[in-house]
């Protein structure tokens, strides 16, 4: 009997305060129904992240349908535009003839998340994601793919943590 009652104990405990799921609640005001998501825009120097980056958040607000997406500003109840603020790559490991083994790509977006009527900022926040992976030094075109998917992935990634982040109110 004992053992039944810490468990339950335990559950009435979260249930009572408020946990949720991450991404399952919705700390947005009650007015805010429908959402545009404006093309991030890219202020490094790597090619077509803004792309990829509002690709992955707008799949993301699709999947969590909290929020019913619309490709008018005017009609959005509210509006998320966002940018690329820094994108590196940078060696992490060697062999013992000093040859890069592996590489770390790092990415950040700034976004913000306004109310359309009156403009007034519900969310902004930076979100940061980073991925390793394998230096080929035999063949540029692997590496380059390597690269790509590694940017593909901090790209799902950061659209994860960014819909969370603005549905979670953290």
């Not at 129904?33 to 093309?39: A, D, Q, S, V």
């Amino acid at each position: 009997m004992r053992r039944l009652i810490l468990p339950l104990a335990a559950l009435c405990l979260l249930g009572g305060c408020g946990y949720h799921l991450a991404g399952r609640g919705n700390s947005l005001p009650a007015d805010v129904r429908t959402l545009h998501i404006g093309m991030f825009s890219n202020g490094t120097y790597e090619p077509f992240l803004e792309n990829i980056v509002t690709n992955a958040v707008t799949d993301k607000f699709v999947e969590g349908r909290q929020l019913q997406l619309v490709e008018k500003p005017a009609e959005a109840d509210a509006l998320l535009t966002g940018r690329v603020v820094a994108y590196s790559t940078d060696p992490i490991s060697y062999d013992r003839n000093d040859a890069i083994l592996e590489y770390r790509s790092r990415m950040t977006v700034r976004a913000t998340l306004r109310r359309g009527r009156d403009h007034k900022i519900l969310w902004k926040g930076d979100v940061t994601w980073s991925r390793e992976y394998r230096a080929n030094r035999m063949d540029m075109a692997a590496q380059q793919d390597n690269e790509a998917a590694a940017i593909r992935e901090i790209g799902d990634r950061l659209a994860a943590e960014l819909y969370s982040r603005i549905m979670d109110n953290f």
